[in-house]
């Protein structure tokens, strides 16, 4: 496997990606792709990956910024999204693998992911990565019209801010 950055040149295939994520209900609220600039302004440029097999991107995942205050600068949000064709075949693992120890590289001592708890797999995902389920929040958000849970997972750097 080989990983990326994303760029506006291969935007298109996270864009597949993410609509495959879309299809399935239970990976995100959002209903529509954004476009590259709403994408890229709303990631962390420092963590924008794709994984690729034999030049085919096969998924993808980024960090967003929880917050604008100084005092959670190095707290994210993990997206990851898997081509739905490479789903349980390890690629999730090591791309969330590779982004974690990036975003420690780049000063990030928390990552969390608010999951639906349906979607079990990246539940399974994510704990076995080190997450662990600090708890969720009911009904959070609307997804169809229908107001959803989330389940909230943390991971915390043993190597960043721990002084």
């Not at 295939?13 to 995100?28: D, H, N």
């Not at 420092?46 to 993808?60: I, N, P, R």
């Amino acid at each position: 496997m080989e990983i990326k950055n994303i760029t506006q040149d291969n935007f298109h295939q996270v864009a597949e990606i993410y609509r495959q994520g879309i299809a399935t209900g239970f990976a995100t609220f959002q209903n529509d792709i954004p476009t590259w600039e709403d994408w890229d302004k709303s990631h962390a440029s420092y963590c924008q990956f794709a994984a690729y097999l034999h030049d085919e991107m096969v998924g993808w995942a980024a960090l967003t910024p929880v917050s604008s205050r100084c005092v959670y600068a190095g707290v994210a949000e993990v997206s990851i999204y898997i081509n739905s064709s490479f789903r349980g075949k390890g690629i999730g693992y090591e791309l969330l693998q590779y982004l974690i120890a990036e975003s420690e590289k780049a000063g990030i001592w928390t990552l969390q992911s608010g999951i639906f708890p349906q979607n079990i797999g990246s539940i399974a995902l994510h704990e076995k990565c080190g997450f662990r389920q600090i708890g969720y929040r009911e009904k959070i958000g609307q997804k169809n019209g229908v107001w959803t849970d989330n389940i909230i997972m943390e991971k915390r750097s043993k190597t960043v801010g721990v002084s």
